[in-house]
């Protein structure tokens, strides 16, 4: 029971896009996948969700191919950056079709959800602003009876009282009924504590994939004097660098080497994921992943 | 109830140190309902799989207890196991730093027991 991406690999116009790509979403998560603009994440939703083929690679859910298949992709959503919905159309007359297309799509559900966030339904699409037009596609991807729910930037546009609600109908809906959740967005502190597992795709490649938990208590801020700290830190996985004055903070992602005295004037704290991400992807040439 | 949560603790580490917390200073009382998974996990936008793990730190502990339909429970005698547990852990969580933080301060022995006497003093 999982979505296997295996060995996936794309291009447009001979630029790559994604480099032999390879996760395992399972089900009833809530996973984060954190990039930054241009790393791939847009496009590797729009493969697992059977939207573009990839050139390399497959992407199987419970082991059957996805590809055109139309029972395993009436089990996925992708709410997209994008808009596919025509500008004249009314929303209620957007939920009829959606409702025609999903079988069990949960109508009252969204006319609830839509009332808590203040949307008229009766407004045409291309009526809303950036931010309702992300509410109105978040209702949508609440309400289909999909097993496993892609939010591509599904807070964009949103004011932070909408967010709060995002997060909260989120955490609402995922324990009344447990179904997957892979989120994609750039807010990181927002969600750090809501996703249980982490990928992060940098320069086309997964360089990040486990446990939130796992992944943080891997992730180290060594600070103290230059000196020390240089020399404490030597040999590890140093990811970047501050320095204040005469402190220098390092940040470390692996294991620190335990027999290795730690001097008093060295202090030793965890990072959080939104430091340890903007550390792991500022450059190309400081990053090493182990 | 307030929560404070850090940013460089394990989060299932502080949920059940914040549950245990306020048991010990008996916000929730022995017997009394716990909030449900649910409800902590919305109000502080935490993963409900990472709020259950932190209470079932306190299951095992036999702090609060799970009754099926219902909810999770403070266990009777709870607050008092608490007392007993930070009673064992004062030494290493409180004297150990004091005497350490003394001495760096050259703090003599009668000084410090001379302190310690005026912070009685000062209840």
């Given amino acids: 029971m999982s979505i296997q991406v295996k060995a996936v690999s794309q291009a447009f116009h001979h630029q790559t896009i994604l480099d032999n790509v390879s996760l395992t979403i399972e089900p009833e998560k809530i996973y984060g996948l954190l990039g930054r603009n241009g790393a791939g994440k847009s496009t590797l939703l729009n493969i697992i969700s059977n939207r573009i083929f990839a050139d390399h690679g497959t992407v199987t859910l419970d082991e059957q191919s996805m590809r055109d298949n139309d029972q395993t992709l009436g089990r996925i959503y992708l709410m997209s950056e994008v808009n596919l919905y025509p500008d004249r159309t009314k929303l209620n007359k957007l939920l009829d079709t959606t409702t025609q297309l999903y079988g069990d799509f949960d109508r009252p559900y969204a006319e609830r959800l839509a009332k808590e966030f203040g949307l008229d339904l009766n407004a045409r699409f291309g009526k809303l602003s950036t931010g309702y037009r992300t509410i109105f596609k978040l209702i949508v991807a609440f309400c289909v009876p999909a097993d496993y729910i892609f939010l591509d930037e599904p807070v964009l546009g949103l004011d932070a009282n909408h967010r709060e609600l995002f997060y909260n109908e989120l955490i609402e809906t995922y324990s009344e009924k447990p179904r997957t959740f892979v989120i ?32 943080l208590e891997r992730a180290y801020t060594i600070s103290g004097s230059d000196h020390d700290v240089t020399t404490y830190t030597q040999g590890l996985n140093v990811i970047g660098a501050d320095h204040l004055g005469g402190i220098t903070a390092h940040y470390v ?19 959080d994921l939104q430091k340890l991400f903007i550390n792991l992807t500022n450059t190309k040439e400081e990053a090493h992943v182990n | ?40 996990s919305k109000e502080f936008h935490i993963n409900p799989a990472t709020v259950l793990k932190g209470m079932n730190i306190l299951v095992d502990a036999n702090l609060i207890e799970k009754r099926r339909g219902v909810g999770m429970f ?44 005026r912070g009685f003093q000062a209840k």
């Fill in chain 1, 184 to 215: 994609s967005t750039h807010l990181i502190e927002e969600i750090a504590n809501l996703i249980e597992h982490v990928f992060v795709l940098d320069h086309h490649q997964i360089t990040v994939n486990g446990s939130v938990p796992d992944i």
């Fill in chain 1, 253 to 271: 992602y692996g294991p620190l080497q335990d027999d290795r005295p730690i001097p008093d004037t060295v202090k030793i704290e965890h990072l």
């Fill in chain 2, 1 to 40: 109830m307030q929560f404070n949560f850090n940013s460089t603790e394990p989060i299932y580490l502080q949920v059940a140190e914040q549950i245990e917390e306020a048991i010990f200073a008996r916000t929730f009382s022995e017997g009394e309902q716990v909030p449900s998974t649910t409800e902590i």
């Fill in chain 2, 74 to 117: 403070v266990v009777p005698g709870a607050q008092g196991r608490i007392v007993e547990k930070r009673r064992n852990q004062f030494y290493d969580d409180y004297v150990k730093n004091l005497v350490s933080e003394a001495r760096k301060l050259h703090i003599t022995k009668p000084e410090l027991a001379q302190l310690i006497e």
